[in-house]
């Protein structure tokens, strides 16, 4: 950029009120007289963007003149008001008709405006306002009150509205969305990123209406607009590869125009949920479900690992999960029917319709209720359930968003679960291969293991079998040990003997912790007392040195205790 001053090249008017005299002495008269501008080359530049670049802090476009030699494009001062009296400083780009140079001009005068006058909302407020807004305080009328406490200058309602409203369109983008942006932005979104943070589209179906659908003719509206997305990242479906089960569920309040989002995860031995990832789709019936669960196996594909073959379905009784589980997955698995929604299914109904609702509904339809159906799973559904809390309540801001914004509110939350599972941040989320020990399960084995019970062990293959007394017994006999291996009961009195044993299987060596035992305890934890308390015994493992809570007693006196009791007690 080269800057030169010059001799004025030219002159302009504006309309400005001026007090003239007349040469009748008698009559006083305003008149609006056109004063002259006088312009001076201020700089020059080589392209239209170095141009625009210089003058957008400071000056504002206000109007256009077109002229043989090329486009005039005036602009005044921004410290002004739009509708009020200006600036006397203005400058205009002079874009050449036969090159790409242009050139600035700017008058003689000065700023004559008020410079302490401040318009809009300072840089700091805007600044503030944004970190609430990024904080979840989203509400112009709690932005006020944080605001308030950091004593900063309170810009008007109206003025925070109006900010939020042009950051809320910055940072999500427009409202509107068509069906072929929403096309564009998927295959925007679709190439597999290095960052194994990253969000990015794994697989997706945009169908229009009047197309062939073929497929979808499960859906009752065949010829409407459908949609399914899913987005996922390189680490949350390393995840996947590790998983035996899937959790699945959809959730609505998210998407203003009230569009479900499916999640999809599972759970670890520590029973913390890991998503893969989530969808947006159209709907929640077969074709729905179906569409996310090919799209974890297309993710593999991405990932050159291994199809997934879970052994179980976590999720409710909605017959969309299970038929679209059951024709991604061939294999055989056990559906586990979350036992919270089953409870409450069941209460307060009469004995008559219990028995005849609890015979159809889950011991004919859903019979994988009850907890232990598969060992290392959850009986529940309750650690996807409170992940879809935290979406609405760090995610969302418990604020329903239109579906052109909910994308990159989507992408942002994929990004964090990513975030969130990286070895190298704080407090990482791992997905914990066998179950952690605390020291509260630790000090109850130790104990557990210093006790008398008569423990009998039978070689089974690779493994051990252990039959552990249960509760206060301190043996077996072997009756009903045969009874129990058997699984045959003459009356109800020995089927109830026979949860006062407990079978443990156990394995020798370091891979002790993938035990299995049918207690309560480790159906419901993954480990048990009995497991830790066993590998104590045997040697395994040692406890830690605060497990041992063995009180301290005070030193033994010296010589024959007395057998006297000290004076003034009862004897």
Same mark, same amino acid.
């Given at each position: 950029?080269?800057?030169?001053?010059?001799?004025?090249?030219?002159?302009?008017?504006?309309?400005?009120?001026?007090?003239?005299?007349?040469?009748?002495?008698?009559?006083?008269?305003?008149?609006?007289?056109?004063?002259?501008?006088?312009?001076?080359?201020?700089?020059?530049?080589?392209?239209?963007?170095?141009?625009?670049?210089?003058?957008?802090?400071?000056?504002?476009?206000?109007?256009?003149?077109?002229?043989?030699?090329?486009?005039?494009?005036?602009?005044?001062?921004?410290?002004?008001?739009?509708?009020?009296?200006?600036?006397?400083?203005?400058?205009?780009?002079?874009?050449?008709?036969?090159?790409?140079?242009?050139?600035?001009?700017?008058?003689?005068?000065?700023?004559?405006?008020?410079?302490?006058?401040?318009?809009?909302?300072?840089?700091?407020?805007?600044?503030?306002?944004?970190?609430?807004?990024?904080?979840?305080?989203?509400?112009?009328?709690?932005?006020?009150?944080?605001?308030?406490?950091?004593?900063?200058?309170?810009?008007?309602?109206?003025?925070?509205?109006?900010?939020?409203?042009?950051?809320?369109?910055?940072?999500?983008?427009?409202?509107?969305?068509?069906?072929?942006?929403?096309?564009?932005?998927?295959?925007?979104?679709?190439?597999?990123?290095?960052?194994?943070?990253?969000?990015?589209?794994?697989?997706?179906?945009?169908?229009?209406?009047?197309?062939?659908?073929?497929?979808?003719?499960?859906?009752?509206?065949?010829?409407?607009?459908?949609?399914?997305?899913?987005?996922?990242?390189?680490?949350?479906?390393?995840?996947?590869?590790?998983?035996?089960?899937?959790?699945?569920?959809?959730?609505?309040?998210?998407?203003?125009?009230?569009?479900?989002?499916?999640?999809?995860?599972?759970?670890?031995?520590?029973?913390?949920?890991?998503?893969?990832?989530?969808?947006?789709?159209?709907?929640?019936?077969?074709?729905?479900?179906?569409?996310?669960?090919?799209?974890?196996?297309?993710?593999?594909?991405?990932?050159?690992?291994?199809?997934?073959?879970?052994?179980?379905?976590?999720?409710?009784?909605?017959?969309?999960?299970?038929?679209?589980?059951?024709?991604?997955?061939?294999?055989?698995?056990?559906?586990?029917?979350?036992?919270?929604?089953?409870?409450?299914?069941?209460?307060?109904?009469?004995?008559?319709?219990?028995?005849?609702?609890?015979?159809?509904?889950?011991?004919?339809?859903?019979?994988?209720?009850?907890?232990?159906?598969?060992?290392?799973?959850?009986?529940?559904?309750?650690?996807?359930?409170?992940?879809?809390?935290?979406?609405?309540?760090?995610?969302?801001?418990?604020?329903?968003?239109?579906?052109?914004?909910?994308?990159?509110?989507?992408?942002?939350?994929?990004?964090?679960?990513?975030?969130?599972?990286?070895?190298?941040?704080?407090?990482?989320?791992?997905?914990?291969? #066998?179950?952690?020990?605390? =020291?509260?399960?630790? /000090? +109850?084995?130790?104990?557990?293991?210093?006790?008398? *019970?008569?423990? @009998? &062990?039978?070689?089974?293959?690779?493994?051990?079998?252990?039959?552990?007394?249960?509760?206060?017994?301190?043996?077996?006999?072997?009756?009903?040990?045969?009874?129990?291996?058997?699984?045959?009961?003459?009356?109800?009195?020995?089927?109830?003997?026979?949860?006062?044993?407990?079978?443990? #299987?156990?394995?020798?060596? =370091?891979?002790?912790? /993938? +035990?299995?035992?049918?207690?309560?305890?480790?159906? *419901?934890?993954? @480990? &048990?007392?009995?497991?830790?308390?066993?590998?104590?015994?045997?040697?395994?493992?040692?406890?830690?040195?605060?497990?041992?809570?063995?009180?301290?007693?005070?030193?033994?006196?010296?010589?024959?205790?007395?057998?006297?009791?000290?004076?003034?007690?009862?004897?």
């Amino acid at each position: 950029m080269n800057t030169q001053k010059v001799v004025p090249c030219m002159s302009e008017s504006s309309d400005d009120e001026v007090e003239t005299n007349d040469n009748d002495l008698q009559s006083n008269k305003k008149t609006k007289k056109r004063q002259k501008k006088y312009w001076f080359k201020q700089a020059e530049f080589s392209n239209a963007d170095e141009a625009q670049a210089s003058v957008e802090l400071t000056w504002s476009k206000h109007y256009t003149n077109r002229s043989d030699t090329g486009r005039k494009v005036y602009y005044r001062c921004k410290k002004s008001k739009l509708r009020g009296p200006q600036c006397r400083a203005s400058i205009y780009l002079l874009y050449y008709a036969d090159s790409d140079k242009v050139s600035m001009y700017k008058t003689e005068d000065v700023h004559d405006h008020d410079e302490q006058e401040i318009r809009g909302i300072n840089e700091s407020v805007k600044r503030s306002i944004q970190e609430l807004f990024n904080d979840g305080i989203t509400k112009p009328k709690q932005i006020i009150r944080a605001l308030q406490a950091r004593n900063v200058t309170i810009p008007s309602l109206i003025k925070i509205k109006n900010y939020l409203a042009q950051y809320k369109k910055k940072k999500f983008g427009s409202y509107i969305i068509s069906l072929g942006e929403l096309e564009e932005w998927c295959k925007m979104n679709l190439d597999v990123p290095v960052d194994e943070n990253k969000s990015f589209v794994v697989s997706y179906q945009i169908i229009y209406e009047g197309e062939d659908n073929e497929g979808d003719d499960d859906d009752e509206d065949i010829t409407e607009n459908k949609f399914r997305i899913f987005i996922s990242s390189l680490r949350l479906l390393t995840i996947a590869s590790m998983s035996s089960h899937i959790n699945a569920d959809a959730t609505y309040k998210l998407i203003w125009q009230g569009y479900p989002v499916l999640i999809i995860g599972t759970t670890d031995l520590n029973k913390v949920f890991h998503p893969f990832g989530l969808a947006i789709c159209s709907n929640e019936k077969t074709k729905d479900f179906e569409f996310i669960f090919k799209s974890v196996q297309v993710g593999m594909q991405k990932m050159k690992k291994e199809s997934l073959k879970p052994t179980a379905l976590v999720a409710d009784a909605a017959d969309a999960i299970k038929n679209g589980f059951k024709n991604v997955f061939n294999n055989e698995y056990n559906q586990i029917m979350c036992w919270s929604h089953m409870k409450t299914k069941v209460e307060n109904r009469t004995i008559e319709d219990f028995l005849n609702y609890f015979d159809n509904e889950w011991i004919q339809s859903n019979s994988g209720w009850y907890e232990g159906i598969q060992f290392h799973t959850p009986s529940t559904n309750n650690a996807l359930e409170a992940t879809n809390r935290v979406i609405k309540d760090d995610g969302t801001f418990r604020e329903r968003h239109v579906l052109s914004r909910f994308l990159t509110i989507s992408s942002t939350i994929v990004h964090n679960w990513s975030v969130e599972r990286d070895l190298s941040s704080t407090n990482a989320k791992v997905f914990a291969k #066998e179950p952690t020990i605390c =020291l509260r399960l630790w /000090t +109850s084995s130790y104990q557990w293991a210093k006790t008398t *019970k008569a423990i @009998i &062990c039978v070689q089974s293959g690779d493994s051990k079998q252990y039959y552990i007394p249960a509760r206060h017994l301190e043996s077996i006999s072997q009756a009903d040990l045969k009874r129990y291996t058997k699984q045959k009961w003459t009356s109800f009195k020995f089927f109830e003997k026979s949860y006062d044993i407990w079978c443990l #299987e156990m394995i020798d060596g =370091l891979s002790w912790k /993938t +035990s299995k035992c049918n207690c309560p305890a480790f159906l *419901k934890n993954y @480990i &048990c007392k009995h497991m830790v308390g066993m590998a104590i015994r045997l040697k395994i493992c040692k406890p830690p040195a605060a497990a041992k809570t063995i009180p301290i007693n005070s030193k033994r006196k010296r010589g024959r205790p007395a057998k006297a009791k000290p004076a003034l007690l009862v004897q």
